[in-house]
Structure formats: C-alpha cells, structure tokens
C-alpha cells in the first residue's frame, strides 16, 4: 500500500545568460531547471518499507507527472500507484549589469564622466529603473545620470559627478537597479553594483612672489654681506604641509653667486621648487701688507751685473688670492742702472693691484786707462847751412 503522497506541486524555473561582447551587447539565453531531487516533495510510506520515484523531467510552460510504484519484497508491483501533477511556473530573474572598476580622477578634470553598460532585463515586457547613492557628500556634490539616442544603440551608459570644488578625498558609490519582474516564487527584482571614485590632487603647489635674482657689494674688508627679501607665499590645492629652502631672508652671504632653493610639497607629495641667485659682488682689490721700497746695489770690481735681494711683498684679499706674479725673484742678477721690479695679485672677482720697486745697480769703480805711452824726452841736435 502507498500512504501520505505528495500533493501537486509548482515549482520556478530561472533564466540562464552567457553574454557574447562584440560591437553590440548581445546574449544567449537558456532555461534552468534544477533537478526535482532539489525541491521538497516528500516521500510515499509503502508497506513494505521500499518504493521507487519514477517521474519525467519537466519543461517550461508544461505539465509533468511523478509517479510513485511500490514494490513489496518479492519484487512485485502493488496494484496502487498515483501520480502528482508539478507545474513549473516563471521565477523572476535580477537585472543584469556589467561591474563598474573604479575610478580615479584628477582634481583639475571638471565633472568627469564614467561609461558603463546598461542593465538588461532578460523576462521581455519587464522595465527598469536605476539609482546612485554615495557616502561622501563633502566630494561629491551631485551625480547625473546621462544616456544619449547613439549611447543607447550600444546599451551604454554614463554617470556624470560633480565635485566640489578644490576637494580630494574618496566615495563608495553604489548602483542599484531594480526590474518590474517582481519577487514571487523566490524571484529576484534587484542587481546592486558598486565602485570607488577617488579625488586626487596632482597640481603642485605654486610657488608665489619670487624674488629677482639679487645683488649687493660687500664691505670693506668683508667677505660675507647679510641679504634679505620680502617672504614668499604659497597656494595648494591639498593644504600645504612643507616649505623649507637652503637659505632664510637675513642670512649671511660669500662672495659670489648663491642659489637660493625653495621646496614646497602638498599633502599628496606633490612638489614644486623656485630659486633665485644672491650675488655678493667684490670691488675691493688685493691690499699690499709688506711693500718693497726701492734699494741700491754695488756693482762688482770688473763685473757687470750686480745681485739684489729683497723680502717679497706679501699681498691680502678679503676674499683670496687667485693669482700672484712677478717679474723677478730676490736673488736675480741686475745690470749697471735702474731696473723696475713688478708684483702682482688678482682675486676671484679680477680685481688686480701691482706693487712696484726699481732696483738701482750703481757702478762706484773709476775706470782705468790702460796703454799710457810713459814719460819720454827728446834733444834737438841740427845746424843750419850758413854753419857749414
């Protein structure tokens, strides 16, 4: 005997989609029936303890039958059996719609635009509808959603987000799309999708009120000046976090040119440097410390050149000393008269100075004669004619 059989039963059937992306979103669509073993139907109690489900499996839109037979122990038939009608109806199926990456966009970009393919709904006569929210209300001031007659042929679509101005930061965004197919049966009516949208600041922090390059002379006997400008100002977009420069206003300055460097970065690490040069200018020639006066030598007995000495003058810069020369060195030989002796310095900036001495080699001996014929005489011993 066969008890407590199941009563006729419906069940849902849902759709299957494989999409095929060409220049068109296209799709298949197939049918799913999961196995009856899946559902709750019950199970008959025969009287010996053993049955057997015999059914047909069912297709959409149709009637099928599950019949129970029962078998007792010799393996025959009971002469009862019954069958329960399954009628398997429509179950609705969620909108499908592609996932959305996220976005980063750049500060500067005004109200940029994300694509993304509609949603589709696969039961036909079905509509849909489709929201956006965020959690940052403080970025994003409002979100259109915008679908032009050519965007439409390609099922595609975009959001358009408008920022507020000079804020970087990130937002959840959320795309909820709900069909009129309705939750019956188990149904599904809701597709939600989400992305991030990140703000970022790649502007770099503008430098402002750059000083010209400058300059100044150094004082007398210095080689350092101090140098003041007016302070520089800042604009970024992220809150400035850093400004430092190898040089502050008032500090003290060499001789030369000096690179002043500013460093200015944001709080995304975004940078921007502004120099200038500060040029501290020497006019101030070498001074002499040790000037040589002029002096005189003896010439030699029966020589001809005389040699001199003397301390070499010693030159000082409030710089340094680039370059030193003469034109001649103690101990040279001089001749017999003046001679102009010539030191010279120059520092980095050229400025020169020369000292100056004559050497004087002063002949003291009398010059002697040399073949003198000596004393001699002579006696006149002639006679005239008129003696003789």
Known sequence: MIADLPQNREIGASWLVSFVFQCLLSGRFTKYLPALSSFSYGMPVTSDQLSQLVYEAPSFGTETFLEWQARDESAQLFSSSRKVNIKVLEVNDPPLMSSIDDKTFDIAKTNPWVRYFDPTTIEQGQTWTIEVEHDNPNLIASVDRHVTANDRIFRRGRFRFDFVDGTIGTANVTVTVRDSGGTARGGQDTTVTSFRVTVRDIVNPAILDVPLDASVIAGPGLRIMP?????????????????????????????????VTYLASDALGNEETASF???????????????????????????????????????????????????????????????????????????RSISEFVVSVVDRELPVLSGVPSDMSQTGCGSSDGDR
Do not use: C
């Not at 008269?337 to 900036?349: C, F, I, K, L, Q």
């Open 227 to 259: 140098v003041s400008w007016t302070p520089l100002t800042l604009n970024a977009n992220s809150g400035l976090t850093n400004l430092s420069s190898n040089h502050t206003s008032g500090d003290l300055f060499p001789i030369g040119d000096t690179t």
């Open 277 to 351: 040069i500060v040029t501290v200018l020497d006019q101030e020639s070498p001074m002499v410390v040790n000037p040589v006066s002029s002096f005189s030598v003896s010439l030699p007995i029966g020589g001809v050149t005389s040699q001199a000495y003397w301390v070499p003058p010693l030159f000082v810069d409030n710089d340094r000393i680039k370059l030193e020369g003469s034109t001649h060195v103690p101990g040279d030989a001089f001749p017999a008269g003046d001679t102009a002796v010539h030191y010279w310095a120059e520092d980095p900036s050229g400025n």
